[in-house]
């Protein structure tokens, strides 16, 4: 994309021509994106949008990156990371609205301090109210679609706003209708939680992150589990006995922590790790039959 294009779009928000991928994705790699903005508002938002839709630029929405792999030649396109005014937090009682740029670690603080259980589950898991909406994130049997009511979503078809119900969403694991409904940007959402102790919550709050300490890598950056478990039994399980903990591809490794993970040694490329995650598949099938479904979104 030419400069004089990015001219054409004017908004409150950061316009970065030629961002480096690497630098917004937890996993650190991947090209260049053609044009990364941080809509600040919804009128940044639908300027962004129309822009796109006029000129016909696929764009991606990103929230903190930690469930991505930008493969090494980039995104052709516009990278959208929502800004400032998408990261708010209203609180009604023991609803909650908040908006889908604040990072999960931000509002667990909030609710503590309010006293309002029901998200301790979530701690530790390293991305933003949106992106954990859209992957339906959740750890220990929960996931944050059993506390949503409803989210605001933008329609980049024609910019206007529409309300979802938890049923429209379709929730699933580690999934949910956004996976499908590119054209639209969930800006906020609507939770219900419930009145505790403050000193219970952060007991519970302690409890997860020793548990998720103990079990996940995380000195080396990674982007959480790669593969789904299939029905019935724990991926990682499967990639450990299938011998492929520590296998690795220039400095893509699978973690010998959490065979679930892969991590970044180093300098790895995105293709170390996707010829990494289709070797760790090919092996598992053959020892066991089953084949794993990546978890993990690659752009
Ligand atoms: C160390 C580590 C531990 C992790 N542990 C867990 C865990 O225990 N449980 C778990 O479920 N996950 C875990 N993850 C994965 C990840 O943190 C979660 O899936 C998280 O919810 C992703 O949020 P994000 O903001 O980073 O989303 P991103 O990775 O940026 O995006 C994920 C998807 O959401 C979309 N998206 C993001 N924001 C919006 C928006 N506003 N509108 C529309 N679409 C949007 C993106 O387009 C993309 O499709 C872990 C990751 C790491 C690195």
């Known amino acids: 994309m030419s400069l004089s294009e990015k001219e054409g779009l004017k908004i409150k928000g950061r316009v970065v021509v030629h961002q480096q991928m690497r630098d917004l ?8 994106t053609d044009l990364f903005v ?15 839709k006029d000129r016909r630029i696929p764009h991606f929405i990103i929230g903190n990156g930690t469930k991505l792999l930008v493969k090494d030649d980039g995104f052709k396109g516009m990278v959208i990371k929502l800004g400032t005014l998408f990261k708010q937090i209203e ?4 609803e909650i609205i908040v908006g889908a740029g604040m990072d999960l670690s931000t509002l667990i603080d909030f609710v503590t301090e309010k006293g309002l259980s029901g998200l301790e589950f979530l701690a530790g898991i390293p991305g933003t109210v949106g992106g954990a909406i859209v992957r339906n994130a959740g750890a220990f049997g929960e996931s944050i679609s059993r506390r949503l009511l409803s989210v605001r979503v933008m329609d980049g078809n024609n910019n206007s706003d529409l309300i979802l119900s938890k049923e429209d969403i379709r929730f699933g694991y580690r999934t949910s209708i956004f996976m499908k409904r590119r054209d639209w940007v969930l800006m906020g959402a609507k939770l219900r939680l419930f009145p505790e102790e403050k000193e219970k919550i952060l007991i519970k709050l302690r409890e997860v992150k020793r548990r998720k300490m103990i079990s996940q890598p995380l ?4 982007a959480g589990c790669v593969f789904k478990n299939p029905p019935s039994c724990s991926a990682g399980l499967l990639i450990q006995k299938a011998g492929c903990a520590g296998m690795r591809i220039g400095d893509a490794e699978v973690s ?5 993970f892969i991590i970044n ?10 010829r990494l995650i289709e070797e760790v598949r090919r092996i598992v099938k053959e020892k066991f039959g089953i084949t794993l479904e990546t978890e993990l979104e690659i752009i």
């Open 25 to 32: 994705i937890s996993l650190r790699v991947g090209g260049k």
């Open 38 to 52: 941080t809509p600040e508002d919804k009128k940044d938002l639908a300027t962004v949008l129309s822009f796109c």
């Open 91 to 94: 609180n009604c009682g023991e």
């Open 219 to 222: 000195s080396f950056p990674s």
């Open 256 to 260: 010998s922590h959490h065979a679930n």
């Open 265 to 274: 040694k180093g300098k790895a490329t995105a293709k170390d790790i996707i």
